[in-house]
């Protein structure tokens, strides 16, 4: 398997085109809800409406599969530092999006910084243990509904980013079980070798999938019905009917995606389940104007809910048994020791 480099070409000016307020951080990091308490002020009572979380992390690799094709992505410390200048020079630090599908307004990152101590830097303040030559941002939140219904309540749990990166292919690799160095490891220092090594013994490890050491699921499946293609078609079409203007990037490609009837991965099938099971409060089959209504059928639609539950259930990393106790209800679907269980919160 492939360890590929992802990196920025800057004469195409690609790289972070937003920051997504998500539940499930593709770089497994959550942020910390910071109140004026905690930074000691005069005005104690007023909470100051700051996220601080990694926003990028170096040399984490990432597991990804396009057909029959398994890889691992990562960045460099060099590609996550010119990304975090890049995002602030090209003026991108009021884009924002909830869960990669909604624009949102009233987000602004007003800090950011790199890992450069691991003893002294401000993140280890509030009990992040970050990797040196982290991306860390702090993101004031001026939007009511978002700090209200999602970051109080616990909806959205970390930062993920999304934007455009090259790939940077190297030769193929001997088997990531064999662990041996390669012409991307050897040029990484030591230390930085051994945490993405590290890091992918975790991935392979603590897979449900992963049996006896050999790695036996790790795939994408395409055995969804016509309905979730015709929904996601449908999707489009509504959405070209509005001048594309719902969802994001990441919404529309999955969307195209579900109508070629490409395969998808696991990991999408857990995200499209739990996309789908809040979302579906926002769709009305009558308005077919709305971005809910739209967004909801770019991503399957009701026919996609059923088949991912099916096959969630199939891999047996789903849990819809566990009730939420008195005084709660269910809200979605999160992760919990890799399976999805009901998201329980506070009924007001």
Known sequence: MRIVELILDEEQEIGIEAISVVENPAIEEDFIALKSQEFRLAEVDKEKRIL??????PNKPIYRRNGEDEYYIYFSKDTVLKASQMYLMQGKQNNSTLEHQYEINGLSLVESWIVEDKVHDKSVKYGMDLPLGTWVGSVKVNNDNIWNEFVKTGKVKGFSIEGYFA????????????????????????????????EIKAIIKNDKRVKGGKKMVLESYSDYPSGVKNNAKRGLDLNEKVNNKCATQVGKVRAQQLAQGKPISVETIKRMYSYLSRAETYYDEGDTKACGTISYLLWGGKAGKRWAESKLKELDLIDL??????GYEQYGMKMKNGRLVPNCIPIK
């Open 321 to 326: 048994k566990a009730p939420c106790h008195d």
């Open 167 to 198: 790939d940077k292919m190297e030769r193929p690799q001997e088997k990531i079980n064999d662990f041996s160095s390669d012409e991307v490891l050897r040029k990484l220092d030591e230390g930085e070798a051994e945490y993405l090594l590290s």
């Open 52 to 57: 601080m979380g990694a926003l990028l992390i």
